[in-house]
């Protein structure tokens, strides 16, 4: 029952924060990337790299997994390796990231039960993982746009049947966002505005336009 002697200005506990959340990047290799027909491959890449530097920033626990990455698929994204350098990739063979017990095992090992979910395909290697996570009584955030499926079709209807299961779409600058959530933490400001400029298209210019006519006035 709402009871408006309660309301006060604090967060949501629905919110992510890097608290209480873990990134969970899966398959983001080359065979699948050949294999991605939903949306522009370079902007999946572009998205991908921005949440996983998004991780850093905040120093929200990324786990990284591979399939079959020696025998099929290649090597985990190299410009995502670069950004978690430290991270162990966990390669496997089951399609279903939540069968492999050392990926469950990651992340469970975090204490976190907000799954920040990304990958390739959406229709394979988002959707089981997925549904086996929420059916254990996780909460998971899929990263539309640093996923890709087959077909746009693919990649939609997939999405819907993660939604109907409970999951939550979101974007990676939603999540970058959401993280800092508070323009006066100084501590990852300047973080976040490096990786709006660095990727996050039209936004980052703007981001570029106003420091330098900002720091034009401020010298004059």
Request: net charge negative; aromatic share 6%.
């Amino acid at each position: 029952m709402f009871d408006i002697a309660k309301v006060q200005a604090a967060p949501s506990e629905d919110l992510l924060t890097p608290d209480n959340a873990v990134m969970l990047f899966v398959d983001h290799q080359p065979q699948m990337f050949f294999g991605t027909g939903s949306g522009d491959r370079a902007s999946i890449i572009n998205s991908t790299v921005g949440l996983a530097k998004a991780a850093r920033a905040f120093g929200v626990p990324a786990v990284l997994t591979t399939v079959a990455a020696e025998s099929f698929s290649g090597p985990l994204l190299p410009q995502l390796a670069e950004v978690l350098p430290e991270n162990e990739i966990i390669d496997r063979t089951t399609m279903n990231a939540w069968e492999d017990e050392a990926l469950v095992a990651a992340v469970r090992a975090t204490g976190r039960r907000k799954i920040i979910l990304s990958g390739l395909w959406t229709e394979v290697c988002l959707v089981l993982p997925a549904l086996s996570a929420l059916g254990q009584g996780y909460e998971v955030y899929v990263v539309a746009d640093a996923s890709g499926g087959v077909t746009p079709a693919a990649h939609e209807h997939a999405l819907q049947r993660m939604i109907a299961a409970g999951a939550v779409p979101v974007t990676w600058v939603q999540v970058l966002l959401e993280l800092q959530r508070d323009w006066a933490r100084q501590d990852t400001y300047g973080a976040v505005m490096e990786i709006v400029k660095a990727h996050a298209g039209a936004y980052g210019l703007g981001v570029v336009y106003a420091q330098a006519v900002i720091g034009a006035h401020a010298a004059g």
